[in-house]
């Protein structure tokens, strides 16, 4: 349930909210919100290195389950919000893309591998 006499808020299955958006961050995370659910969790590394934001998706339909996030960072969020916006197998959600959102969104970001 929602609590709104406070700023950050985690429900019942692990997403957060910020009620009252204080900064970049709290604002991009409300942001994709309205894609889809967020959360903020230590992710595994892999071979390409340290990974700060991960898009899930359905691997039947191609479509969106949430985003984790490790690296409070906008730019993150936004790089992470792009892919959300698009099935897994969208030929226009590439990396780059998503670089390129994220800096249109102010928050300037380039070869991330996320």
């Known amino acids: 349930q ?3 006499a406070v700023n950050r808020w985690v429900d019942a299955a692990g997403y957060v909210h910020y009620n009252h958006p204080s900064n970049d961050y709290e604002i991009a995370v409300e942001f994709a919100n309205d894609i889809c659910p967020v959360k903020e969790v230590e992710i595994a590394d892999n071979d390409i290195g340290n990974v700060q934001g991960q898009t899930s998706f359905n691997g039947n339909t191609g479509k969106v389950i949430d985003i984790a996030i490790e690296f409070k960072d906008p730019a993150v969020v936004y790089h992470e919000a792009f892919h959300a916006q698009h099935n897994f197998n969208d030929p226009d959600n590439t990396e780059p893309n ?7 969104m102010g928050f300037p970001m380039h070869d991330a591998t996320y």
């Open 2 to 4: 929602e609590q709104s």
């Open 98 to 104: 998503a670089d390129a959102f994220a800096t249109a």
